[in-house]
């Protein structure tokens, strides 16, 4: 579900490419690329319907769900209850069909918008402080407990990341507060310049949307016995502020110039952690990185170009 989004078009290619095309039914409540449209069976669905994401399931007999429906961190600041609505019952109807044994296992993404201002700032533990102070990460930590609930009560195989913010230019993000490090990439090319809705030095945890889908795959693949965390994992690939991506384009773009006007969305990149530990991750179903920031912008300008 959610597979027109920014994770969701590349989860669904690779989903295809791994277990063949008509195995995978990618659905979203509005219509993709013609490509994702085309590529195998796609389902108009409103994931917060249940008896339609029910008849989908049964339909199909699909046994593993990927609901990557949600409302980003900057766009449910602006219409919070709505962001719950999407965000909560969207996994209510997914958690309910795995307890009622419709199907098998669940992804279901959280995000280091979990994290608030009183969480330590750097190496951020897999297990501390959480106060989160935006609408998304309230419905994102009240979504891990209700994972790890749903895990101990009813023995659902429900599997989470914490991602970090997502860097790819096969489909645009939407309203999140990292989407500035997908947006300077095409203004680069396009203008040499870019103005910056955060601030040089706001540095956040990123990640190449390759490592992210080989992550999530890499999660639902693991054995049952090494998910030890049924909440969510942190997960970690780099760290960047504008700044520093900024160089990064330079040297591609050397006419680049980067100013800064930072907006509301200053505020909630304060509220979020700088780096994460991801350790237990690591250790317990062998999680690894690949790509640096060089790497990504070298990618990134060559695709986009
Ligand atoms: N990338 C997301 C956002 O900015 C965080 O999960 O909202």
Redesign the pocket.
Known sequence: MGACGQIGTELTTQLRNKYAAHKVIASDIKEGSQELMQGGPFEILDAMDYEAVQDVVIRYEITDVYLMAAM???TAEKFPMKAWNLNMNSLFNVLNLARDKKIEKVFWPS???VFGSTTPKTDTPQRTVMEPSTV?GISKQTGERWCEYYHKRYDVDVRSIR?P??ISYTTLPGG????YAVDIYYKALKHKKYISFLGAETTLPMMYMDDAINATIGIMEADKSEIKIRSSYNLAAMSFNPEEIAASIREHVPAFSISYKPDFRQAIADSWPQSIDDSAAREDWGWEHKISLEEMTKIMLDNIE
């Open positions: 980003l961190s900057a995000s280091i918008a998304y991602y913010g997502l999140g507060t990292t989407d």
